[in-house]
């Protein structure tokens, strides 16, 4: 098991940027597949963004281009910077861990089923 944190969360005006951080309880360089996940209220919790051991990445159509999802395996802390925030990306954003398995597509790695190991979720807030 992989024990995640999250931080790095709060409120932003629309525009804005911030990055979030997730900790984790075991080298990140073992880890085969990390994602980003958020939830608005109201809605199912959506793949972000996804990065594998070979630093492999995948982004949801809704953040490409602003978000940016990336590794430090010397902090063992999963980053994802997000630039020109707009109101719609206020939600729970989730880091979640795969040790041992990663999809063969990006669409198969943003999806909820394949991560069994979750934070508790840090908050984002957008303003218009």
């Known amino acids: 098991q992989v024990q995640l944190v999250e931080s790095g969360g709060g409120w932003v005006q629309a525009g804005g940027s911030l990055r979030l951080s997730c900790a984790a309880s075991r080298y990140i360089s073992s880890i085969r597949c990390m994602a980003w996940f958020r939830q608005a209220s109201g809605k199912e919790r959506e793949g972000v963004a996804t990065?594998?051991?070979?630093?492999?990445?995948g982004y949801a159509d809704s953040v490409m281009g602003r978000f940016t999802i990336s590794r430090d395996a010397a902090k063992n802390t999963l980053f994802l910077q997000m630039n020109s925030l707009k109101p719609e990306d206020t939600a729970m954003y989730y880091c979640?861990?795969?040790?041992?398995?990663?999809?063969?597509?990006?669409?198969?790695?943003?999806?909820?089923?394949?991560?069994?190991?979750w934070g508790e979720g840090t908050q984002v807030t957008v303003s218009s």
């Open positions: 979640a861990a795969n040790r041992f398995y990663c999809g063969y597509t990006f669409a198969g790695r943003l999806a909820r089923g394949q991560y069994n190991n």
């Open positions: 990065i594998d051991s070979d630093s492999n990445t």
